[in-house]
């Protein structure tokens, strides 16, 4: 149970699929040169190997503890945090004008990968700062970048982001926790939020709450909401007005406290307002994007996590012979074709939604350099990483369980504990079905469509193989027809639209990667299995995904032709 | 939470399906009249409804104890089962010279539908004793039958399957277990059995357990094993010598005790040999292929409650307005098509399952009979009714928590723990994998490709829908493709193939039931369901599966192309 950082793969993907290069040749990315990117991926993946990942099984099985408003780890969480921030790890990608290293966003997803990998629970505490820096960073006065900016960059301080109510979930506009103005003209945040990740726990010393609230006479739905930062302690050192008042009991991801949040039981919980009064559903997009991408991220981390599992467990565990071998001596399982087979897919799935997700945020490096296309491209892909790659971490996770056999339904093997934690990321941070609903409706439209046909001329340019061409032109079909149609076929037809679309773009990027990897040079071992794990992708996973298309095209005719009481029938 | 047996369901498909009133034709299974089959039908769905649903939840959270030695169950689980055993629930399908009822299997599957459905790890105890009762029917001396049946046939005793030893799983054939013969003529068990389900508990008074074991000068592998009946209690009323030394900590069915298993630790352990020394590997065939319909059953079983629960829970539920709808009042999310898309699903997949598995049981009844072509067809079609009944299982309850967003992921609501439970039942009574391998090996060779050829000509014959018709082709294709295809080969493609054909059967039942549906009598509701059900099948799972085909003609070659070691890189 052990975790391996798979620094080859990162390296090439980082080289080949983000273009690193390409970054580090303008001004503002000069530090992320070749040897710095070796310094960084061999440095946070050991330090993940060694200080996150031993702390993953007690992460789950004792996780974290409420008592009397007060959130605790388990012995090893705040040290391995504590050194977190002492290595700089958190600052990679921050702005250097308050502390960051000014990195893209690409290596510093290599290093959330290795945390997330080596401990997905505990990595949750260092995926959401990075949206509250960015909403900071485009939405926060000068003053209060200073004041608040360089300790959530260093990671002395975390932050959360706090949306979902009772009421509103996936309608975040139906929320109602309330900011009125106090007499001292600051701000008094008032309400409830659920779902809250890590909104209070003894890591760090202080912790930030970006809120969504409603301050007095605001317009009603989205239009009519402010962001508020909201610090546990204040200025002063003394405690806020605002409580965890009970923690989830969940599936997984059990040494990620999801927190029930309090805000102004007394009546003094103070708030600073970020950005205009109701502007604050853009700030919350600027997290959320963020966030999206980085949950996208955690099906690569369950998926490699995972696959090294069940490869070890399967290079290991000797059972039967060979069928139709001269033989009869029994072989490690590895052997057996279907084995294979579900090993080959997990090394494909993997190595495909990593594809997808650092070539998305490859994107998001080039849009902050001013790149418009890129901005589009990334825009656009958000909602395939963030979808696709949490459905393909939660196949792997599955098929981590499968090929460990009865083994892995007992819960000191880990696989399943992979299998639980990796459940959450289709649904949190607008669920994959929000996700195929945002690329139908916004993504589709965007620019007037020339963004969506900019990346299948791209791909269409690239792809050799006749089924995934052919999967690229039905992309191109079914998503004109969506663009066109009114928005119940366009829902209908959502998410197996979504699914062709991220499979075409991990297909395209897999592609390249194997006719890249036929005549680069490097460990022979790892060049072979990334063209195996190509063509497994091309030859298999894309034609399952063109099975989608009369799905896609549908409508939503056959979804309501009964009355929704029938469905108890 | 509750459950509601979806008795309507169950008899159309026991009407169009197995065909009941065929069976009931006949002398053996006269007592199969519709008023009788009214009467279990509402009999069993109220009885699972009222005594086991509302153990379910404690049945997961205190679960199986296990102490020095003894295991016990939850408060309330030792009452439901005497009532299960005084109700006459067991005792449906056995034989009636022992006491049984002698109905269909078809009507016990109804039962054991009910009671998984209502509370799946508790209903294992009830699903492995029909297995003892055919092999004691099946090789048993008129002795042992008139010793051991009549309280297998009544329930007030259970019956185990002992199997797996720690070096042999799939490879049943590695097993070490002895058994020799003692001065007084009688058998000693020695050795060390794991994944016992309920090989230890305190709802019955006597566990028989059959017991695979070798002989001394036993032929190596599976044609040197031998199968032994070992009561807990000897017929002194003494206890045995078997212990059951621990239970595993599970992912899932908690309910269900998990055993490791010792027997003869004071070498003196008695068993008595059931059939023919070196013939245990048929006998446990008898029980294997019982249990392998009754876990591909489980699918069904949790299909069915967790979209119940899913379906209530879209219709409670309210999150924003209908998108491009005039209103802009929030609804129901069953409104919103994303999620009635993933209801339908869940629908289509559990009816299409609970077709093919109540099909192959009707084929069961039917060669019973002495119709040696639903013998082979029964053979043909329980890998399929494993596997891709417990795959379509695992979907259904993984949508069932994407259904409840947020919610999906906190124990407390339930929908977890239906994700959790049936995860194990791809893996036991011989993986899925395993199931493919027997498809394309034995399967597809039985009786010369002569029933593998009837049931595509079946299909084609009824089938109208064009998707349908050429996935039935494919499988057509791809089934001669590799019945003649070197050992590698197939099974590269079992898997593959396996899920084609699985589809193939279940959406040609389930168009036949949406043409049924279209002229029957009865509830509006339950036949406007029924068709909408069967037209998703066919026009979105069909083309889905259509989408394997390359994967199950592409051979090994691929999964062969890097070492093992290639894994790791």
Redesign the interface.
Known sequence: MTY?PPV?EQRFVLEHVVGIADLAADARYEAAAPDMVEAILDGAGAFAAGEYAPLNRIGDTVGARWEDGRVMLPPGFREAYQAFVAGGWGSLAGPTAFGGQGLPYALAAAVMEDLGSANMGFSLVNMLTPGAIEALIAYGTDDQKAKWLPKLVSGEWTGTMNL?EPQA???VG?LRTGATRAADGGWRIKGTK??ITFGEHDLADNILHLVLARTPGAPAGTRGISLFLVPRLRDDGTANDVRCVSI?????IHASPTCVMSYGDHDDCHGELIGAEHGGIAAMFVMMNNARLNVGLQGVQIGERAT?QA??Y??DRV??A????ASRD?V?I???????????RM?ALTQGARALVYYAIGQLDRAHLGDAAARDRVDLLTPLAKSWGTDAG?EIA?LG??VH??M?????TGA?QH??DI??A???EG???IQ??DLV?RKLALGGGAPFDALIADMQRDAENE?LSRLIGDCAEVGRHLAAA???DR??G???FLTMLAVAVAGWQMERQGRIAATAEG?P??L??K??AA??FV??IV?????????AL?G?G????????????
Chains 1, 2 share one sequence.
């Not at 989830?248 to 997984?252: A, F, N």
């Not at 590895?334 to 080959?344: A, F, Y």
């Not at 892995?408 to 000191?412: A, C, N, S, T, Y």
């Not at 056959?558 to 469905?567: C, D, T």
């Open positions: 391996t080859a979902t979930g996936s309608d139906a659920i779902y989830e009991h969940k599936l997984g090294q490869v070890a399967a290079m059972q039967s060979r069928a139709g071998g029994p490690a590895i052997e057996h074709p279907d084995v294979r087979r579900m090993l080959l090394k939660c599955s369980v499968q056999g009865g892995g339904f007992i819960e000191e399943a299998y639980r459940r959450i289709p649904i949190y669920t994959n079905g195929a609903a409706g089924s009114g928005a119940d829902l209908a959502s998410m197996p460990d071992a790892f072979s299995m063209r195996a063509d497994y030859r298999h034609p399952e995904a063109a099975g989608l298309k009369s799905a549908d939503a056959l979804l309501y032709a009964v009355e929704a009481g029938a469905f108890l029938a």
